[in-house]
């Protein structure tokens, strides 16, 4: 445990530097032109307004339209601009403003025009699938060895607690955090030689968006897949210099030390529950958590959305 605080302090002090920066927030003009054969898919991440979302399809696009009406539809029934989280301009452009995971579903716009003043009404019906989506929530899954003292011995439980929490401190500056899945300690019979001890961890490492970031970061640097970059330059350092400590010691080695070339650590990515990747079913959004639709569910942060016959929603979380 005194080596472990020792190489904390050592690179504690090599990444003080500040790491957070700012980012811009971008204004989103993508305009969305429907079809009278086919519904289109819109995305709308979470939290965001969507596209404009016209009514009109490609052909209609550039004509003349005369006496249009516009009627717009969602899946609660009519919508109308004194909803606040709908706005429609008087050429029926429909923005939806502050998307929320229940908004998902089928957009109809009725449009009635004419193409000559002589002419009968034309009556369209222009639909939409409109998904909810957020970006992945990714984290580095870690395994590590220590050879260790016996399995019953308490000093592997203070050695745990020790190691977790310095880690964690390692990264809290990047707003990131290091949590415990498993540990468990096994005999290993070695190729040249007897049986000894040794721990085997796994912790996860995720970096969230806080509120704490979204005001000072202006910049990608904020970036949670950034800063989960960065910490995993900071943990493999730590290791690395574990081993560098005590090559240049000539104590002799300890009762618990870290296994050289035992960590690996793995990119994985996770949706919130009700959410999925499905880059056939998606191909507009295909690295994207979208909403599972109804005759799916996701009841964990994996990435995929379950089928279920009797799931009448989007984003559900059980069948």
């Known amino acids: 445990i005194v080596v472990l605080m020792q190489l904390f302090y050592l690179l504690t002090v090599q990444c003080s530097e500040g790491f957070l920066r700012s980012a811009g927030l971008r204004s989103n003009s993508l305009k969305i032109v429907g079809s009278a054969i086919f519904p289109v898919k819109v995305y709308v991440k979470l939290g965001h307004n969507s596209p404009r979302i016209l009514c009109v399809t490609n052909r209609l696009r550039n004509s003349e339209l005369i006496d249009p009406i516009f009627g717009w539809n969602g899946p609660g029934g009519f919508l109308s601009s004194e909803n606040s989280s709908v706005q429609i301009s008087p050429t029926g452009t429909l923005v939806l403003r502050n998307f929320r995971t229940e908004l998902s579903g089928v957009y109809t716009c009725s449009l009635v025009y004419k193409l000559m003043a002589t002419q009968p009404d034309k009556r369209l019906v222009i639909k939409y699938l409109v998904y909810a989506y957020s970006d992945?929530?990714?984290?580095?899954?870690?395994?590590?060895?220590?050879?260790?003292?016996?399995?019953?011995?308490?000093?592997?439980?203070?050695?745990?607690?020790?190691?977790?929490?310095?880690?964690?401190?390692?990264?809290?500056?990047?707003?990131?955090?290091?949590?415990?899945?498993?540990?468990?300690?096994?005999?290993?019979?070695?190729?040249?030689?007897?049986?000894?001890?040794?721990?085997?961890?796994?912790?996860?490492?995720?970096?969230?968006?806080?509120?704490?970031?979204?005001?000072?970061?202006?910049?990608?640097?904020?970036?949670?897949?950034?800063?989960?970059?960065?910490?995993?330059?900071?943990?493999?350092?730590?290791?690395?210099?574990?081993?560098?400590?005590?090559?240049?010691?000539?104590?002799?080695?300890?009762?618990?030390?870290?296994?050289?070339?035992?960590?690996?650590?793995?990119?994985?990515?996770?949706?919130?529950?009700?959410?999925?990747?499905?880059?056939?079913?998606?191909?507009?959004?295909?690295?994207?958590?979208?909403?599972?639709?109804?005759?799916?569910?996701?009841?964990?942060?994996?990435?995929?959305?379950?089928?279920?016959?009797?799931?009448?929603?989007?984003?559900?979380?059980?069948?």
Not at 144 to 149: F, R
Not at 211 to 219: F, L, M, P, V, Y
Not at 250 to 265: A, N, R, V
Not at 269 to 295: E, F, I, L, Q, T
Request: hydrophobic share 30%; aromatic share 10%; with cysteine.
């Open 136 to 319: 992945p929530q990714y984290y580095y899954e870690v395994t590590v060895q220590y050879h260790t003292a016996p399995c019953n011995s308490f000093n592997n439980i203070s050695f745990e607690k020790a190691l977790l929490q310095i880690l964690s401190k390692l990264v809290a500056d990047l707003s990131c955090e290091v949590t415990l899945i498993k540990s468990a300690c096994h005999h290993v019979k070695m190729q040249r030689g007897g049986l000894q001890n040794e721990m085997f961890f796994t912790f996860s490492v995720t970096c969230l968006d806080t509120e704490k970031n979204k005001i000072i970061c202006q910049e990608s640097a904020c970036d949670a897949s950034h800063r989960l970059y960065k910490a995993r330059y900071i943990i493999e350092g730590f290791f690395k210099q574990e081993v560098e400590i005590r090559r240049k010691s000539s104590e002799p080695l300890p009762e618990i030390y870290y296994i050289e070339g035992t960590l690996q650590m793995v990119w994985v990515d996770r949706c919130y529950p009700g959410y999925g990747m499905n880059a056939v079913r998606h191909p507009g959004c295909p690295k994207c958590c979208v909403v599972c639709s109804p005759g799916s569910y996701n009841p964990s942060n994996g990435i995929h959305c379950l089928h279920c016959s009797s799931s009448l929603m989007y984003g559900a979380t059980t069948c």
